[in-house]
């Protein structure tokens, strides 16, 4: 019979080198999924004030304002389209290499809207 101490040691260390490489593929997913979370709550902070802003319950313009709250937020204002009193905003984040964006619209509700 042939000797076979230390294969349980080699067993080990394979499932710990494999465990190892499967949290490295994991981790930057785990993080460009987050920051694809944090740019669409940027974007939706920032519709939601540039349209006060664009109905007149906060002063000032809309489009500045959202930037000021995507900043606040840790991302970038990407674009800002005014149609009335609705507003449509692009936010941006940079992680990693990645480019994560999201956008979001805010405005008052349309007629006839139950």
């Known amino acids: 019979m ?18 190892l490489a499967l949290i490295s593929l994991l981790l930057p997913l785990s993080v460009v999924l987050s920051a694809k979370q944090r740019a669409a709550g940027a974007a939706d902070a920032a519709a939601l004030v540039a349209a006060d802003v664009a109905v007149g319950a906060l002063p000032g313009f809309p489009c500045e304002a959202a930037a000021a709250v995507a900043a606040a937020n840790g ?6 389209e005014l149609d009335g009193a609705v507003v449509t905003v692009a936010t ?5 290499g990645f480019d994560v ?5 805010a405005g008052p509700p349309r007629s006839g809207v139950n």
């Open 75 to 80: 991302a970038s204002l990407g674009g800002c």
């Open 2 to 19: 042939r000797d076979e101490r230390g294969s349980g040691s080699l067993l080990a260390v394979a499932i710990v080198a494999t465990m």
């Open 92 to 96: 941006g984040i940079v992680i990693l």
């Open 101 to 105: 964006q999201a956008r979001a619209t």
